[in-house]
């Protein structure tokens, strides 16, 4: 097995990359095994297979790229995926199961998502401007700058509109914060506008939690400059106010899934079907599932998206709570292991790579997994490795290939 | 930035590990709450969420003849129904089935009538759809949501219109019907007799209906098998025997008068059982499968011949001349007379009673007669002379003893009692005065008020062929059931009735009213009737009931024939009377069906017809025993 030692760089990493993959496949195959066939779902199987050759294609270039390149390449790779972004704006199309979203660029018979390369860009990027400090972020105005560079692409993605995404792009953010030594009270405080923005559903709640805000910006006066201190109180006195029109400015099927996540049971029929069902689906599936390919809520359809976004709930209903642990098993193995590689490597770049992937990665399993029991709410966010989605498999695979290459460097 | 102290990435890593820790054991508890701890009832909702409750509708009993022959059994046939859903979408199925069914936009907006008016029952689109329709319906089931295919058993009689009254129809039981008691147990769609015997058997041939379950999916599409699983079978309703001679039927059938309103009742004289029970016009029951439409069922109702009337047990006619012998057998029941007597008055065409002038049917007269002669010629003036002996009382007494004011107790749903008094008080009930003795005039020829049904005459010329007594006729063979009951019995010993016998013996005799009708190979007796209806424009009804066996033996089957303004009892009903017990007795006996049958035929067709009885009935076999019939 030499062979796999040398072309994996890291066995740990590729080797679970490469279960989770095969599970991902064999349970799209399972997702278009419908009473009544679908064209969209029924070969999908084949085209991942194919997505995935791609994809191990892909590992073994990046795995041979100089660790230097890698670094030499992160801001311009950063800058090309916020222009592939914007044009995106303007000529994406959507796609598949997110028909609704602009989230693909078509050029000439491909069509990948700008958004999924974007994540990777992100985190080179953040790693390239927090590398390039001396030092940790000390104050609060040093977290502007790594703020507004994931702020951009963000922004970006959000007006697709793909909240799922933005979410993730928030985890690399906070990820990369956090491994570059940010003191959890700055991480909090930079949060606090969205923690506001949540709150403010409720004006009791919002002025409790706006009054401890400012207890904890005076107990901390001696490490904030007095307008980083006004900054975060303008900041949430903005989150809680225009909450309102943020909420109206959100598509109704946003809204709706916000709302259905709180009482999926308000609307059974329509956007709480989704979760209803898939609930139901995982519910149903038991201790050891209804068996592969025999999921009878797939097979009939009840499933939403069951190849993409909600491929867990067909895990939860075809092989069960066992068949759940294992998928988490394998996850936190391979989160682990980027955790471990992380705490090994000497190098601040390479270390903050592997940890903002383990960010992103984090929060689309959580997000995901989440989403289809009714633990967060519904967004249209896919799973790693085992959704259906050619450029989210070779954007992670490539996640894979650099965090061994860069952990092997060091090594 | 500098190298990263090796504790503090230790420190975050361990942070880090633990959020790890967090979100994933979060996870894992969430979904074991989910898939252990409340999989059960999660599992019960993924039940519901695809599973359609369907009746599984059980195939009726089969009907069998007297010879076990098949009357009615049932056969496949695909019903299309829609799920329960939303009026719009129910009307969007309606339009996508449209072309493949091919009905009209009076039925659709019929059907979705019938939807917004039950929402929580299937729609049934088509109860009997083609087969070709069916098969495209498969094929595109994936593009049509809620639409669901069933096999039903579909009713199938094979007497067509011969049986039709007998048999009634079937068809999807009513709103009002599910509310009337004894249909606790039934549920909507079921298909239940409507009339006749279906009706009569229901609880006999409905069987049970089964449950069974069908896999749908998201949007209502039916996945799998439309058959679905059978959580509960269905099963069969019990087999009915009947009486009946399904060929009978179909011969009678075919040569009774197209154009002509009548009826035809066979009984077996031995036990009452029903031969034939035969009503026209009749109407096909196959028609009424699976849903009549309307457009048939309002000619079947405006029709001024009113297809759907079943004269043989509800029709109602004055009995005339075939009366006559229920006259007779009272007489000789009270000894006013002696089947050799002559009456004092011979009959010279009319009989005065005080101030009242009768006439007889033939106003040169007929003679002196005896019982038997006045039965053969069907004298009036002999029966007046024998009404008065009788007085109006005891025959008013003896006619109802003998049911001719109830129903026979025929085993339909449907049956009129006979018009007969039941005292003299009727004419005072009925016409507001006392009844004059003069009445028994009318009444002892078969008229006044006086309106029986062809079953209720039949009936009574069984007790003839029998002992004097009459069963109940009766459709059905059940098993286990005892002998029909006799109510009632003339009275009469054995030389009486054969008097009686001789009598309308002498009717298909040389000389008599039917001796047109006689047949080669049976004893066949009876008595012809001409009823007036009350108009003196409207033409005559047409009566023959009579007796038929071999010869010298007892009478196997009593015939009666009714036809509508048929003029004459002699030509124009006695004939079917004959060819019909001729029919019966010939498959009874193993002879050819195929050959001419009545001496009306024989001459008709200058075929010579060596064994007509021009003086009589044909000489006995010198040692006694009965003629050997070939």
Redesign the interface.
Same mark, same amino acid.
């Given at each position: 097995m030499s062979w796999f030692r040398r072309w994996a760089c890291d066995p740990t990493l590729a080797g679970v990359a490469i279960v989770l993959s095969i599970f991902g496949i064999g349970m799209i195959y399972s997702a278009g095994v +419908?009473?009544?066939?679908s064209p969209v779902t029924e070969g999908a199987w084949l085209r991942q297979s194919a997505w995935l050759l791609v994809s191990l294609g892909a590992f073994t270039v990046a795995t041979r790229i100089k660790p230097g390149w890698i670094e030499w390449v992160a801001m311009p790779a950063y800058v090309g995926s916020v222009v592939l972004l914007a044009a995106t704006l303007v000529v994406g199309t959507g796609a598949g199961t997110a028909e609704g979203v602009q989230g693909w660029i078509e050029v000439g018979p491909l069509r990948f998502q700008p958004s999924e390369f974007a994540k990777l860009a992100a985190v080179l990027g953040l790693a390239r401007l927090?590398? &390039?400090? %001396? %030092?940790s972020p000390e104050t609060l105005r040093d977290l502007l700058a790594p703020s507004i560079l994931i702020a951009i692409p963000l922004g970006l993605v959000v007006l697709q509109p793909d909240l799922g995404t933005a979410l993730a792009f928030v985890g690399v953010l906070f990820a990369g914060l @956090?491994?570059?030594?940010t003191p959890p009270l700055f991480l909090f405080l930079l949060a606090s506008p969205g923690l506001a923005l949540l709150l403010s559903f409720s004006t009791l709640v919002w002025s409790l939690y706006f009054v401890g805000l400012v207890g904890v910006l005076y107990a901390w006066r001696y490490r904030l400059y007095l307008a980083e201190s006004a900054a975060v109180v303008l900041g949430n006195l903005a989150a809680g106010t225009i909450a309102t029109p943020l909420w109206g400015s959100l598509a109704e099927y946003q809204r709706n899934r916000l709302l259905v996540f709180l009482d999926p049971a308000m609307d059974p029929r329509g956007a709480g079907w989704n979760l209803i $069902?898939s609930?139901?689906? !995982?519910?149903?599936?038991?201790?050891l599932g209804k068996g592969f390919t025999e999921g #009878? $809520?797939k097979?009939? %359809?009840?499933l939403p998206e069951q190849h993409t976004d909600f491929i867990f709930s067909v895990i939860?209903e075809e092989l069960? @709570?066992v068949g759940?642990?294992l998928a !988490?098993v394998l996850?936190?193995a391979l +989160?682990?292991r980027l955790?471990?590689l &992380?705490?090994k490597t #000497? %190098?601040? /770049?390479a270390?903050l790579v592997l @940890?903002g992937i @383990?960010g992103t990665w +984090?929060v689309h399993? /959580?997000i995901n !997994?989440?989403m289809t !029991?009714g633990?967060v709410p519904i967004t249209g966010i896919p799973l790693p490795f085992v959704s259906y989605g050619g450029t989210f498999l070779v954007t992670c695979w490539t996640m894979v290939a650099l965090s061994a290459r860069l952990a092997q460097e060091e090594s | 930035m500098r190298t990263v102290h090796p504790n503090l990435r230790r420190g975050r890593a361990r942070v880090a590990l633990l959020l790890l820790g967090l979100v994933m054991g979060l996870l894992a508890v969430v979904f074991f709450r989910a898939q252990v701890v409340r999989g059960s009832a999660w599992a019960l909702q993924s039940e519901s969420n695809r599973l359609r409750v369907l009746p599984l509708p059980s195939p009726r009993g089969t009907i069998f003849d007297r010879y076990g022959n098949v009357i009615a059994d049932n056969v496949p046939s695909y019903s299309v129904s829609l799920f329960p859903a939303p009026l719009d979408s129910i009307e969007s199925g309606l339009r996508r089935i449209q072309p493949i069914l091919g009905f009209g936009e009076e039925r659709f907006n019929r059907l979705v009538e019938q939807a917004s008016a039950d929402r929580r029952q299937p729609l049934l689109v088509d109860a009997d759809a083609e087969y070709e329709a069916v098969a495209a319906l498969e094929e595109l089931r994936g593009e049509l949501p809620g639409v669901f295919l069933e096999m039903r058993p579909k009713r199938r009689y094979m007497g067509g219109a011969a049986l039709g009254h007998v048999m009634g129809y079937v068809g999807e039981i009513s709103g009002d019907e599910l509310e009337r008691p004894g249909f606790e147990e039934y549920e909507p769609r079921m298909i239940i007799g409507k009339d006749g015997l279906e009706r009569q058997y229901e609880d006999l041939l409905q069987g049970s209906q089964g449950v069974r379950y069908v896999e749908v999916d998201a949007v209502g599409r039916v996945v799998g098998s439309f058959e679905g699983q059978a959580a509960a079978p269905a099963l069969p309703g019990d087999d009915l025997h009947l009486n009946l001679d399904l060929a009978l039927m179909e011969y009678i059938h075919q040569i009774f008068p197209d154009s002509l309103q009548g009826a035809v009742v066979a009984l077996d004289v031995d036990d009452g059982g029903i031969l034939a029970l035969y009503s026209a016009p009749s109407f096909d029951p196959n028609r009424f499968v699976g849903g009549i439409d309307s457009q048939l069922w309002t000619f079947l109702n405006q029709d001024p011949t009113r297809p759907l009337f079943n004269r043989a047990v509800v029709g109602r006619y004055p009995p005339a001349s075939t009366w006559k012998v229920a006259t007779a057998a009272i007489g000789l029941e009270m000894g006013v007379v002696d089947s050799g007597e002559f009456m004092p008055q011979a009959c010279n065409g009319s009989f005065r009673y005080g101030n009242v002038v009768r006439r007889c049917w033939d106003s040169s007269g007929h003679g002196h007669l005896d019982l038997a002669g006045a039965l053969a010629n069907s004298c009036n003036v002999y029966f007046y002379q024998l009404g008065l002996r009788i007085g109006l009382e005891r025959l008013v007494e003896r006619g109802t003893r003998f049911g001719f004011s109830e129903p026979c107790g025929v085993d339909l749903p449907a049956e009129s009692s006979g018009i007969f008094p039941g005292s003299l008080d009727f004419w005072q009930d009925r016409f507001g005065y006392r009844a004059n003795e003069n009445e028994v005039l009318s009444l002892a020829i078969g008229q006044g008020p006086n309106d029986q049904t062809p079953l209720k005459m039949a009936q009574f010329y069984v007790a003839l062929g029998r002992d004097g007594t009459a069963p109940a006729p009766r459709l059905a063979r059940l098993r286990g059931e005892e002998e029909p009951e006799i109510e009632w019995s003339l009275g009469l010993g054995p030389e009486s009735l054969d008097a009686l016998r001789e009598g309308l013996r002498e009717v298909t005799a040389a000389g008599g009213t039917a001796f047109m009708s006689s047949l080669e190979h049976w004893d066949f007796i009876g008595k012809t009737g001409t009823a007036q209806q009350g108009l003196e424009q409207d033409r005559s009804h047409a009566w023959f009931v009579g007796l038929a066996g071999p010869w010298f033996e007892e009478p196997e089957i009593v015939i009666a024939v009714i036809v509508e303004e048929g003029e004459s009892g002699s030509a124009m009903a006695a004939p079917i009377a004959a060819k019909a017990a001729d029919y019966h007795l010939r498959r009874k006996y193993g002879i050819p069906t195929d050959t001419i049958q009545t001496l009306r035929e024989h001459i008709n067709a200058g075929v010579s017809a060596p064994w007509a009885r021009w003086n009589g009935r044909p000489d006995p076999p010198a040692d006694g025993s009965a003629v050997e019939i070939e």
């Amino acid at each position: 097995m030499s062979w796999f030692r040398r072309w994996a760089c890291d066995p740990t990493l590729a080797g679970v990359a490469i279960v989770l993959s095969i599970f991902g496949i064999g349970m799209i195959y399972s997702a278009g095994v +419908l009473n009544v066939p679908s064209p969209v779902t029924e070969g999908a199987w084949l085209r991942q297979s194919a997505w995935l050759l791609v994809s191990l294609g892909a590992f073994t270039v990046a795995t041979r790229i100089k660790p230097g390149w890698i670094e030499w390449v992160a801001m311009p790779a950063y800058v090309g995926s916020v222009v592939l972004l914007a044009a995106t704006l303007v000529v994406g199309t959507g796609a598949g199961t997110a028909e609704g979203v602009q989230g693909w660029i078509e050029v000439g018979p491909l069509r990948f998502q700008p958004s999924e390369f974007a994540k990777l860009a992100a985190v080179l990027g953040l790693a390239r401007l927090l590398a &390039a400090r %001396d %030092d940790s972020p000390e104050t609060l105005r040093d977290l502007l700058a790594p703020s507004i560079l994931i702020a951009i692409p963000l922004g970006l993605v959000v007006l697709q509109p793909d909240l799922g995404t933005a979410l993730a792009f928030v985890g690399v953010l906070f990820a990369g914060l @956090f491994w570059a030594g940010t003191p959890p009270l700055f991480l909090f405080l930079l949060a606090s506008p969205g923690l506001a923005l949540l709150l403010s559903f409720s004006t009791l709640v919002w002025s409790l939690y706006f009054v401890g805000l400012v207890g904890v910006l005076y107990a901390w006066r001696y490490r904030l400059y007095l307008a980083e201190s006004a900054a975060v109180v303008l900041g949430n006195l903005a989150a809680g106010t225009i909450a309102t029109p943020l909420w109206g400015s959100l598509a109704e099927y946003q809204r709706n899934r916000l709302l259905v996540f709180l009482d999926p049971a308000m609307d059974p029929r329509g956007a709480g079907w989704n979760l209803i $069902q898939s609930k139901v689906a !995982i519910g149903s599936g038991g201790l050891l599932g209804k068996g592969f390919t025999e999921g #009878t $809520q797939k097979r009939l %359809d009840f499933l939403p998206e069951q190849h993409t976004d909600f491929i867990f709930s067909v895990i939860g209903e075809e092989l069960g @709570f066992v068949g759940v642990l294992l998928a !988490i098993v394998l996850f936190s193995a391979l +989160l682990y292991r980027l955790v471990h590689l &992380a705490e090994k490597t #000497t %190098d601040p /770049f390479a270390g903050l790579v592997l @940890f903002g992937i @383990f960010g992103t990665w +984090l929060v689309h399993i /959580f997000i995901n !997994i989440g989403m289809t !029991i009714g633990l967060v709410p519904i967004t249209g966010i896919p799973l790693p490795f085992v959704s259906y989605g050619g450029t989210f498999l070779v954007t992670c695979w490539t996640m894979v290939a650099l965090s061994a290459r860069l952990a092997q460097e060091e090594s | 930035m500098r190298t990263v102290h090796p504790n503090l990435r230790r420190g975050r890593a361990r942070v880090a590990l633990l959020l790890l820790g967090l979100v994933m054991g979060l996870l894992a508890v969430v979904f074991f709450r989910a898939q252990v701890v409340r999989g059960s009832a999660w599992a019960l909702q993924s039940e519901s969420n695809r599973l359609r409750v369907l009746p599984l509708p059980s195939p009726r009993g089969t009907i069998f003849d007297r010879y076990g022959n098949v009357i009615a059994d049932n056969v496949p046939s695909y019903s299309v129904s829609l799920f329960p859903a939303p009026l719009d979408s129910i009307e969007s199925g309606l339009r996508r089935i449209q072309p493949i069914l091919g009905f009209g936009e009076e039925r659709f907006n019929r059907l979705v009538e019938q939807a917004s008016a039950d929402r929580r029952q299937p729609l049934l689109v088509d109860a009997d759809a083609e087969y070709e329709a069916v098969a495209a319906l498969e094929e595109l089931r994936g593009e049509l949501p809620g639409v669901f295919l069933e096999m039903r058993p579909k009713r199938r009689y094979m007497g067509g219109a011969a049986l039709g009254h007998v048999m009634g129809y079937v068809g999807e039981i009513s709103g009002d019907e599910l509310e009337r008691p004894g249909f606790e147990e039934y549920e909507p769609r079921m298909i239940i007799g409507k009339d006749g015997l279906e009706r009569q058997y229901e609880d006999l041939l409905q069987g049970s209906q089964g449950v069974r379950y069908v896999e749908v999916d998201a949007v209502g599409r039916v996945v799998g098998s439309f058959e679905g699983q059978a959580a509960a079978p269905a099963l069969p309703g019990d087999d009915l025997h009947l009486n009946l001679d399904l060929a009978l039927m179909e011969y009678i059938h075919q040569i009774f008068p197209d154009s002509l309103q009548g009826a035809v009742v066979a009984l077996d004289v031995d036990d009452g059982g029903i031969l034939a029970l035969y009503s026209a016009p009749s109407f096909d029951p196959n028609r009424f499968v699976g849903g009549i439409d309307s457009q048939l069922w309002t000619f079947l109702n405006q029709d001024p011949t009113r297809p759907l009337f079943n004269r043989a047990v509800v029709g109602r006619y004055p009995p005339a001349s075939t009366w006559k012998v229920a006259t007779a057998a009272i007489g000789l029941e009270m000894g006013v007379v002696d089947s050799g007597e002559f009456m004092p008055q011979a009959c010279n065409g009319s009989f005065r009673y005080g101030n009242v002038v009768r006439r007889c049917w033939d106003s040169s007269g007929h003679g002196h007669l005896d019982l038997a002669g006045a039965l053969a010629n069907s004298c009036n003036v002999y029966f007046y002379q024998l009404g008065l002996r009788i007085g109006l009382e005891r025959l008013v007494e003896r006619g109802t003893r003998f049911g001719f004011s109830e129903p026979c107790g025929v085993d339909l749903p449907a049956e009129s009692s006979g018009i007969f008094p039941g005292s003299l008080d009727f004419w005072q009930d009925r016409f507001g005065y006392r009844a004059n003795e003069n009445e028994v005039l009318s009444l002892a020829i078969g008229q006044g008020p006086n309106d029986q049904t062809p079953l209720k005459m039949a009936q009574f010329y069984v007790a003839l062929g029998r002992d004097g007594t009459a069963p109940a006729p009766r459709l059905a063979r059940l098993r286990g059931e005892e002998e029909p009951e006799i109510e009632w019995s003339l009275g009469l010993g054995p030389e009486s009735l054969d008097a009686l016998r001789e009598g309308l013996r002498e009717v298909t005799a040389a000389g008599g009213t039917a001796f047109m009708s006689s047949l080669e190979h049976w004893d066949f007796i009876g008595k012809t009737g001409t009823a007036q209806q009350g108009l003196e424009q409207d033409r005559s009804h047409a009566w023959f009931v009579g007796l038929a066996g071999p010869w010298f033996e007892e009478p196997e089957i009593v015939i009666a024939v009714i036809v509508e303004e048929g003029e004459s009892g002699s030509a124009m009903a006695a004939p079917i009377a004959a060819k019909a017990a001729d029919y019966h007795l010939r498959r009874k006996y193993g002879i050819p069906t195929d050959t001419i049958q009545t001496l009306r035929e024989h001459i008709n067709a200058g075929v010579s017809a060596p064994w007509a009885r021009w003086n009589g009935r044909p000489d006995p076999p010198a040692d006694g025993s009965a003629v050997e019939i070939e």
